[in-house]
């Protein structure tokens, strides 16, 4: 079983002791940033000077530094920017300021797992992985309360490592319901696949492919962006709360038998090993060769695919619900 650890687990005196350089202030490093500093955490915020980072940071009440200052003025580096942008800015800024005893700390462990950051051995090398986006974050932590982390150890130097990362998750909120135990690999692993095969690229694909299905059929396409895409979010808030039982009971008996009897036929034994052929390409280092192992050349096929989607159909008459059913404003 994963070991869970809640507030009397984690003491804040660990990070509060420390100056911790936020690296990047997008979605993520934002809510770290905010939520930190509320804990009582000196946090310095690091940035691109001139960019939206920076000035959003200024408004927020932070007084921002270059990356290279921050990270050389804090104990505690949070790497909290792009997976393809740890290579070049811990070369080029956050490596020379590692002197002994100092941490690093990473919200997913892809950069040490595949290789993209090698850090000293004199440095602890942690893990705090909020399980939400950003802005969540930030707004359960306001609220009282938080979302639940993920906490690795890849380098214990100081004998504290541990120690500092349930202290990081508590300013965070995570402590508050809880922070589960992992390793870098496992939880690089699991997210990469989860978000491949499920979360979204399965679920995109599933979607695109039966609305094109019922164009194909003649089905009128407002009725079909309806059935595949507008009533997802009603079944996955069911399963959210409930369990996938509790989203089976909540249907119909006619969406319960359907559901199940024909369910199995779409997603079936082919579909479960092509799962693991995707599980196999990121245990093998195979996917991130082809992500970060040439970051220009792979971006450029990233922007390519995001064009074909935004021009699809779905797309298209998804704007027009969107705003009727009051969704969208413009």
């Known amino acids: 079983m994963v070991k869970i650890y809640h507030d009397s687990d984690a003491d804040i005196k660990w990070i509060k002791g420390r100056k911790v350089a936020i690296i990047g202030y997008g979605s993520q490093g934002r809510a770290h940033a905010l939520n930190l500093r509320d804990s009582g955490v000196e946090v310095i915020v690091g940035v691109r000077e001139g960019g939206k980072s920076w000035d959003l940071a200024k408004a927020d009440g932070f007084s921002p530094s270059r990356i ?14 792009p997976d393809t942008e740890h290579a070049e800015v811990y070369e080029s800024s956050i490596a020379g300021a590692l002197e002994r ?10 950069s040490i797992r595949y290789g993209l950051i090698k850090p000293p051995q004199h440095v602890d090398v942690f893990m705090v992985a909020p399980k939400s986006p950003g802005p969540r974050l930030r707004e359960v932590f306001k609220e009282g309360f938080g979302v639940p982390s993920l906490i690795a150890v890849h380098q214990d130097y100081t004998g504290h490592a541990k120690d500092l ?3 990081y998750a508590k300013g965070l909120g995570s402590t508050r319901v809880g922070v589960l135990e992992t390793t870098f690999a496992d939880e690089t692993e699991e997210d990469l696949f ?15 492919d039966g609305f094109d299905v019922l164009r194909e059929a003649g089905y009128p396409p407002e009725l079909a962006y309806f059935e595949v895409l507008h009533e997802m979010k009603l079944i996955v808030d069911l399963i959210y709360s409930s369990g996938l039982t509790g989203m089976l009971k909540a249907v119909s008996d006619t969406a319960k038998y359907g559901g199940l009897t024909r369910g199995k036929y779409v997603i079936d034994e082919k579909v479960k090993e092509r799962m693991r052929d995707l599980l196999k390409d990121i245990k093998s280092g195979k996917f991130a060769e082809e992500w970060t192992g040439n970051p220009e050349e792979s971006r450029k096929r990233l922007n390519s695919m995001m064009s074909e989607i935004s021009n699809s159909e779905i797309e298209q008459i998804g704007k027009v619900i969107r705003k009727m059913a009051g969704l969208e404003k413009q």
């Open 194 to 208: 989860g978000e491949q095969a499920v979360l979204v690229g399965g679920i995109t694909y599933l979607i695109k």
């Open 165 to 167: 990362a349930l202290s």
């Open 68 to 81: 290279p200052e921050a990270a050389k003025k804090a104990d505690v580096i949070a790497m909290l920017i």
């Open 101 to 110: 005893g100092k941490a690093l700390m990473f919200a997913h462990g892809y």
